[in-house]
């Protein structure tokens, strides 16, 4: 939890553009105190709160990476309570490319960012990887929990929010599917960093990303959270790393039961020495 909220001090202090000793001086602490509250080795003091999340244009849920039931409900969480699947079972085709390239092993690890009903990470249980999956709407999350039951398999799935959840742990396999357009651009940078440190050597993420597109209409759901991406942002997050697949294509859709289309990128990326 310290880990946590010191991560969340350090990122919402560099977005106000403050340094350690700006945020010190601010709140009426050292700037070493500040430091240990960044490392994870202590809270701030209670009476701090206040000015501390003032400054930092957050709340105390927030700094603490934990999402208030009522809070940041998506339109998904309605969506996933019906007993029907809204997306369906059938896996992504992308997680075909994930079993070619990084087959499971003994104890491969994967990680899901945004599984929704969880027809991926599912896919990936049944398949033998040792599956982690997230995701923000609690409904989604419970659906999962009950096809993993019913199949005998162990996923490890839990309500989490992307913009606030950091990774500890090393994955062979990051994955997701059209969600990482909730996290806001000026967040990516530090994400994506904690994404890539957190991949094993030789591991992948693989992900698509919805985008922008000027001759695109928008999705017929109104989303509040959605933050586009840029055509070959997420390629430029990889730079550094061995490019395994990259494609852009454009889909039609047919959620809320109104044809529309979507343009998407699609890469897998392999870290390398
Ligand atoms: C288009 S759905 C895709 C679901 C799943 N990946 C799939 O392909 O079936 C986007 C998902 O992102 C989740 N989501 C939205 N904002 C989120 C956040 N801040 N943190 C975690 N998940 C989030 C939604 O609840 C939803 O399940």
Excluded at 74 to 101: H, K
Excluded at 160 to 170: C, F, I, V
Excluded at 240 to 266: F, G, P, T
Aim: net charge negative; charged share 25%.
């Amino acid at each position: 939890m310290k880990d946590v909220m010191g991560k969340n001090i350090s990122r919402l202090r560099k977005e106000q553009k403050l340094t350690q000793e700006n945020l010190a001086r601010a709140v009426g602490v050292s700037a070493q105190a500040v430091s240990k509250w960044e490392s994870g080795q202590s809270y701030p003091d209670i009476e701090v709160l206040p000015k501390l999340t003032d400054i930092l244009e957050t709340n105390i849920d927030s700094l603490l990476g934990h999402i208030p039931g009522d809070l940041k409900k998506t339109l998904y969480q309605a969506a996933y309570l019906s007993d029907d699947y809204y997306w369906g079972l059938q896996p992504n085709d992308l997680c075909y490319e994930v079993l070619r390239l990084v087959p499971p092993g003994k104890d491969t690890k994967l990680l899901e960012i945004g599984c929704g009903e969880g027809k991926d990470a599912f896919f990936f249980a049944r398949n033998g990887y040792n599956v982690t999956a997230f995701d923000i709407a609690q409904s989604g999350i419970n659906k999962l929990q009950r096809l993993a039951e019913m199949y005998h398999l162990h996923i490890n799935a839990f309500r989490a929010d992307m913009l606030s959840y950091r990774l500890q742990e090393e994955y062979d396999v990051i994955y997701s599917s059209r969600a990482l357009h909730h996290i806001k651009p000026e967040l990516r940078k530090e994400i994506f960093e904690n994404y890539k440190q957190h991949t094993k050597l030789n591991g992948i993420n693989a992900m698509n990303v919805y985008l922008r597109k000027p001759f695109i209409e928008p999705p017929p759901e109104q989303d509040d959270f959605a933050y586009l991406w840029e055509s070959g942002e997420l390629l430029m997050k990889y730079s550094d790393w061995r490019i395994k697949l990259i494609e852009e294509k454009i889909y039609d859709c047919m959620s809320s039961n109104v044809k529309h289309q979507h343009a998407i990128d699609i890469m897998i990326a392999e870290k390398v020495m």
